[in-house]
């Protein structure tokens, strides 16, 4: 389902919309895109781009897709920009659209999302970074590169093991730092429902990583739950 524009009537006060341009400087940035303001939706689209690709990578295996619909998203933000009220952060609604596009990519595709083992083109290790950084942290002076590059396909197979649902969560929790009440709004689901979603995902995740981490020994597959 395509996430709608909420609209208001020309002259009407509007107090959320006025207290999260107040706190959000993305959202005043999409008003001034409104506005057709110039270099306003570029900036919007440098600030979101590559977060944006990388979640989109993770969630349909590709990253050619993923910046396909990348590009779909800006898009339909900059059609919908004449009648942007926000209701919620600018990330949420921008993730939210996301969501919704790469679901019906993969249904349309027929297909769960297959990421290739493999290291591949540089942006594909790009997409990887932030979670790679957080657990190569972990390990101290002694990690090497070649250490980074080998955590990088443990990562990602291990969230392969994940559900749809799951791993977007753990990408939005993860990546853009996001509470459970804004992946709730994102994925359509209640804030209870995430934080099962999270914790059995970040279970799973503890079992294939671990092992690794402890030892370099991998102890990748089992099933999504």
Not at 21 to 49: I, S
Request: hydrophobic share 40%.
């Amino acid at each position: 389902m395509d996430q709608e524009v909420p609209t208001v009537t020309r002259g009407e006060f509007d107090p959320l919309a006025s207290q999260l341009a107040a706190r959000d400087p993305d959202v005043r940035l999409m008003l001034e895109v409104g506005k057709d303001t110039p270099g306003a939706f570029e900036a919007l689209v440098q600030r979101y781009q590559d977060r944006l690709v990388g979640i989109l990578y993770h969630l349909v295996g590709n990253l050619q897709e993923a910046e396909d619909l990348s590009q779909d998203v800006f898009l339909r933000i900059y059609k919908a920009r004449k009648g942007y009220r926000p209701r919620a952060r600018f990330s949420t609604w921008l993730f939210a659209i996301a969501h919704n596009l790469a679901l019906n990519h993969l249904r349309g595709k027929g297909r769960k999302p297959t990421v290739p083992i493999s290291g591949g083109r540089g942006t594909d290790s790009q997409a990887m970074a932030p979670i790679v950084q957080q657990l190569a942290s972990r390990e101290g002076s002694a990690s090497s590169q070649m250490r980074k590059v080998e955590l990088t396909d443990v990562i990602r197979q291990a969230l392969e093991v994940l559900g749809e649902d799951q791993k977007m969560a753990v990408l939005l929790s993860k990546f853009e730092e996001m509470s459970y009440a804004e992946i709730a709004e994102v994925m359509g689901r209640s804030p209870a429902a995430v934080k099962s979603l999270l914790a059995r995902a970040r279970n799973q995740l503890r079992e294939q990583l671990e092992p690794y981490l402890a030892s370099g020994q991998r102890n990748l597959g089992g099933t999504s739950a």
